[in-house]
Every structure is written in structure tokens, then in C-alpha cells.
């Protein structure tokens, strides 16, 4: 099937640092999503992107969308414990169903207070 | 309710025998759906339901696994014959918008076959 790629598999960090993680793809997304997942919960939507090009910000979090629509990043800043969690991104592929997402494998993340 | 609610939260069953799961998705929500996440892995697509019928269950991985939502609101994913590489955790989500991509997810069930 396809497959996102992100990177880096996993970041140990401390607290206050700033964080940056990418996600890419051989095929073309018209909508890029990241989520976070905590231990033993479901994932959690914090950033949805619908346009190439588009940078979006939440809070201490930023992410843009590739201007090739293969790609996209997320960006934390000012790191804090509580950004512990496994990062996601995910997707529809293009001219596949909007509702059937591919996610990767997920960048896992530490902040050492 | 307030968010998606999946129960059990966690289930161990022994080989070949029958389990079932059930996800009880965000009153009004129209559509759901179910994905599994295998250990160190996102999560992948089982099915989509768009009010009691099963719009798509292409996800499904063969004839063992099933789910049905016959009054549009809780669905139950059913697997038969357990095998060992059933385990994983199987999320269900929910979407007001029909077909949409921004799903609101539940904690999922951890299912373990021994």
C-alpha cells in the first residue's frame, strides 16, 4: 500500500527546546493531518492542512503543507512535558477516498524536564 | 456522549475463539469508522459506515471480521476464529460530516489473542 515516511522515528529532547519533524510521501496529498497520540488513547487532530503551501499554526505548533503536496512538517516550540506523545501524520491520497486515511508510522517524541 | 467510547478497553482471548467490539461514536454524528493499529504502527482502515450501512469495508483484512451498525449509532466490529495477529487496538472514529477526514477518535480496544 502506500506509505508516508516520517522522520525522525523517534527525538529525545528538554524541555524548552524547539522541535521539527517531516513527513513525505511518493504520492500526492490534497489534505495533510497531524495527530497526536497519547498512551493508551485514541489520536488526537491538532493540525489540518488543506492547501499546498498552506502554513497553519496552533498554539506552539506549526505545520505547512508541501508546495509539491508530497510532503509536510510540524514544528513545536518551547517544548513543555506534556508534548510527550507519538506525533502522526496522515492523509487522504489524492484521487482516493477523502475518508480512507494512510497515516505513518509515527514520530515519537520526549522532552526531558 | 461526549466523545467516541469504545469498550472493553482491553481484551485477551485465547485462539479460535469468537470477540466482539463495540464503539458507541459522538450523538449526531452520522459517520463512523473503524481502523487498527498495530504495535508501532499508525493506524490502518477497516471499514466506513454512513448511517447503518457499510459504505466501504475494504479495509477488512478477510471474511473473519465483520462489523454492523443496525440503528445508525453503535456499531460492533466481530471477529471470528481469532488468530494471534489479530492483536492490535481497534479504533473507531466519528465524523458529523459524512465522508469527511477530520475524525474525532475514541481510546480504542486493546485486543490480545494468547
Known amino acids: 500500500g502506500q506509505q508516508l515516511n516520517q522522520s525522525p522515528q523517534s527525538m529525545f529532547i528538554q524541555e524548552g527546546e524547539d522541535v521539527s519533524m517531516n513527513c513525505t510521501s511518493s504520492?500526492?496529498?490534497?489534505?495533510w493531518l497531524w495527530y497526536k497520540q497519547d498512551p493508551g488513547e485514541g489520536p488526537v487532530l491538532l493540525i489540518a492542512?488543506?492547501?499546498?503551501?498552506e502554513l497553519t499554526s496552533n498554539g506552539r505548533l506549526t505545520a505547512q503543507f508541501g508546495i509539491t503536496r508530497k510532503d509536510s512538517f510540524l514544528n513545536i516550540s518551547a517544548s513543555i512535558p506534556s508534548d510527550v506523545g507519538i506525533y502522526f501524520c496522515?492523509?487522504?491520497?489524492?484521487?482516493?477516498?477523502?475518508?480512507?486515511?494512510?497515516f505513518g508510522k509515527g514520530t515519537l517524541l520526549t522532552v526531558n524536564p | 456522549g461526549a466523545g467516541v467510547s469504545q469498550t472493553p478497553s482491553n481484551k485477551v482471548t485465547e485462539k479460535g475463539k469468537y470477540v466482539e467490539l463495540r464503539c458507541d461514536p459522538i450523538?449526531?454524528?452520522?459517520?463512523l469508522y473503524w481502523y487498527r493499529q498495530s504495535l508501532g504502527q499508525g493506524p490502518e482502515f477497516l471499514i466506513y459506515?454512513?448511517?447503518?450501512?457499510?459504505?466501504?469495508d475494504s479495509g477488512l483484512p478477510n471474511d473473519r471480521f465483520f462489523a454492523v451498525r443496525p440503528e445508525g449509532s453503535v456499531s460492533t466490529l466481530k471477529i471470528q476464529r481469532t488468530e494471534r495477529g489479530d492483536s492490535a487496538v481497534y479504533l473507531c472514529?466519528?465524523?458529523?460530516?459524512?465522508?469527511?477526514?477530520?475524525?474525532?477518535f475514541g481510546a480504542g480496544s486493546r485486543l490480545t489473542v494468547l
Open positions: 450523538s449526531g454524528h452520522t459517520a
Open positions: 472514529a466519528s465524523s458529523l460530516i459524512p465522508g469527511a477526514n477530520v475524525l474525532t
Open positions: 496522515a492523509g487522504p491520497i489524492s484521487g482516493g477516498s477523502n475518508y480512507k486515511l494512510t
Open positions: 459506515f454512513q448511517g447503518t450501512g457499510a459504505a466501504d
Open positions: 504520492s500526492i496529498f490534497n489534505t
Open positions: 492542512l488543506y492547501k499546498a503551501g
